[in-house]
């Protein structure tokens, strides 16, 4: 067995060690966090029932037993903090609900623990599942290990067995979520959300570089990860509309700060950062304002050069600034095709998410709607907040839940959170065939964005696995419920939200999301969205830049029509002259701020007058083939 020498982590400490500063809740603290865990899963979680139901778990008698049991425990008595922790984790964790959390206190809060190393699977040509590693830390040595060595057994375990037991641990919403989950756990734990390893130290078979076997032994670190987009205990807009997997977001950060420190220095350690001017991350990329959010090229598939816009997060603070980046870069990519990649995407802002699905569909888009669990407690907030008194409106939501102990609904009446002019407010801009690569780590305002995509018809969806993370929710913190009670001013001092200790925190899904359009009312938790087209990674994707993957997403977008409608306007007077070009389309109907104006058979290009035009009127053209609206275009004249 050989040892590695030379990890380039900033500031990491053994995990030992880090953990020896841990355990300081006292035995009323622990109680406290038992409490209001009780209280956020049994009056706020609007899962609950359909959790129960499909996993057959009872997270609330789990917490009663453990409550009951710590009555007859002294100080000298109590168990071990981490024991304490690991318990309430795997309670929150039956649930298989990624928004639905308990967040760990100090010193566990914001730290990482991670092994130098990322492993990914991939598939041969037989179907047989392989584990490569793809990626090291700078400055990272071990013989013959680097990307390309393909791992065989974990701690003495077959490889895939290991990742089979870890996502059993940290459960997702389905079979596909979960190994995907257990993988990305072996080597990576944002210690806010996971339980810390058990081992010091991992013992790692692999096929080194050469095809020889080798043996390595290598220690779990602990370092301080990048800060996130936004304080989500707040009273803010971007609070209470996050559709977020904390999970992901952690390790997304995390990733970025142990392997693409490029993307940190641009961003100067501020996640989702805007910069004031476009800059690329490598010499094939389009230069974005937002290098940690997206990531746009030309590729040259097998079936034609199309675009790829690579999508990491929803989480930022301006989502009408992400929808206005994405539309520039796609009006710069190759208008014959662009695929859209939302791959390991764990969410962020649902306004972001659901305002872009407009650019790229000429359909008017239909957010999603969002339903309350019937409570007592959850009546209490929507009381308070009906009238919009501190910039979060509860409102909608409000007669339903006062109404419901009378009807005997279960839950609220569904209104999307996201404002539909603002899901419309641009229309169109992207017109050619779209593709978006999923994976199961899309999760939460990812899986909004995906189940949007499919409802409206968007594209064609590629999955890299049978399903996405199916988290369906807007979630809210335990600090968040608890300023909506406080605020505005005086207090609520009946509020059963107390404060809790040394930063620990708790989540849950406060919100339910539901399908559009053929799938209406089907809930997206647990379930997903299904991809129309599967294409199992191979060792190429994972080494050379997902080559595979991407020549079968051009197969896809070379089989689709090509549509473009092109506008030109010159105003003389009251009267506009409109010359239309266009490709895909047999009709094109006219429409000024509006109201119709002509409906035209298009064979060649045209040039219409409209009359009594003045300036600063929307101009539309919806353009159709065989009936069908497959193109749409907005002009201010």
Not at 48 to 53: E, N, T
Not at 238 to 267: H, I, T, W
Not at 496 to 518: D, E, F, M, Q
Request: net charge negative; with cysteine.
């Amino acid at each position: 067995m050989r040892e590695a020498v030379g990890t380039d982590a900033a500031a990491a400490v053994p995990l030992a060690e880090f953990l020896d500063a841990a355990g300081t809740l006292t035995l009323a603290q622990r109680k406290l966090l038992v409490d209001q865990a009780l209280l956020l899963l049994g009056e706020n979680y609007v899962h609950l029932p359909l959790k129960v139901a499909m996993h057959a778990v009872n997270p609330l008698q789990r917490l009663r037993v453990m409550r009951a049991r710590m009555e007859r425990l002294t100080a000298e008595t109590m168990e071990d903090e981490w024991l304490f922790h690991r318990e309430m984790s795997s309670i929150f964790h039956s649930v298989r609900d990624l928004h639905t959390n308990y967040l760990l206190p100090v010193p566990f809060a914001g730290k990482i623990a991670f092994l130098p190393f990322m492993i990914e699977k991939c598939y041969d040509e037989h179907g047989h599942e392989h584990y490569l590693v793809t990626r090291t830390v700078t400055g990272y040595q071990a013989p013959q290990f680097g990307p390309g060595a393909e791992v065989t057994h974990w701690n003495g375990t077959p490889i895939a067995r290991a990742v089979a037991l870890n996502g059993a641990v940290f459960a997702g919403s389905n079979d596909a979520a979960n190994l995907a989950r257990g993988l990305e756990s072996l080597t990576l734990r944002p210690l806010v959300i996971q339980s810390p390893p058990d081992e010091d130290w991992v013992t790692l078979s692999y096929v080194g570089l050469d095809g020889s076997d080798q043996e390595l032994r290598e220690q779990w670190k602990v370092t301080t990860n990048l800060p996130p987009m936004t304080d989500l205990d707040a009273i803010s807009e971007a609070s209470a509309v996050m559709g977020l997997d904390l999970d992901s977001d952690e390790k997304s950060r995390a990733k970025k700060a142990l392997y693409v420190r490029d993307v940190v220095e641009l961003e100067r350690g501020q996640s989702s950062a805007e910069l004031a001017a476009p800059a690329a991350v490598t010499g094939a990329d389009l230069p974005t304002t937002m290098p940690g959010v997206f990531r746009a090229r030309e590729v040259a598939t097998s079936s034609g050069t199309f675009g790829h816009l690579r999508i990491f997060t929803f989480s930022v603070p301006d989502p009408v600034a992400f929808r206005d980046e994405f539309v520039r870069l796609a009006a710069i990519l190759p208008q014959n095709g662009l695929i859209v990649d939302v791959r390991d995407n764990g969410g962020g802002h649902i306004y972001a998410s659901e305002f872009t699905l407009q650019t790229m569909t000429p359909r008017r888009v239909a957010p999603e709607p969002v339903q309350f669990i019937s409570s007592p407690l959850n009546l209490r907030i929507c009381r308070r907040h009906r009238e919009n008194p501190a910039g979060i409106d509860l409102g909608p939501w409000f007669d339903s839940l006062d109404l419901a102990i009378e009807t005997g609904a279960q839950y609220s009446a569904a209104k999307p959170i996201t404002p539909e002019d603002g899901a419309n407010d641009v229309g169109q801009t992207y017109q050619g065939p779209v593709v978006l690569i999923t994976d199961a780590r899309v999760y939460s305002a990812t899986d909004i964005f995906a189940a949007g995509f499919a409802d409206h018809e968007i594209g064609t969806i590629l999955g890299v696995d049978d399903n996405t993370g199916a988290g369906g929710a807007n979630v809210w913190t335990h600090g968040l419920l608890a300023a909506l009670l406080n605020e505005p001013p005086p207090p609520d001092e009946t509020s059963p939200y107390i404060a809790l200790p040394n930063g620990a925190n708790l989540r849950v899904s406060i919100r339910r999301t539901l399908r559009v359009g053929k799938l209406a009312g089907t809930p997206v938790e647990d379930l997903g969205v299904k991809p129309h087209e599967t294409h199992r990674m191979t060792r190429a994707d994972l080494l050379e830049g997902n080559v595979d993957l991407l020549n079968r997403a051009g197969e896809l977008l070379a089989a689709l029509p090509v549509r473009r409608l092109d506008l030109k306007t010159s105003l003389s007077g009251t009267t506009l002259t409109v010359a239309i070009d266009a490709q895909g389309i047999n009709r094109v109907d006219l429409y000024v701020e509006g109201r119709p104006i002509s409906s035209e058979d298009y064979t060649t290009p045209l040039s219409i007058d409209i009359l009594e035009v003045t300036p600063g009127q929307l101009l539309r053209a919806d353009g159709y083939d065989a009936g069908k609206l497959v193109a749409s275009k907005r002009q201010v004249v």
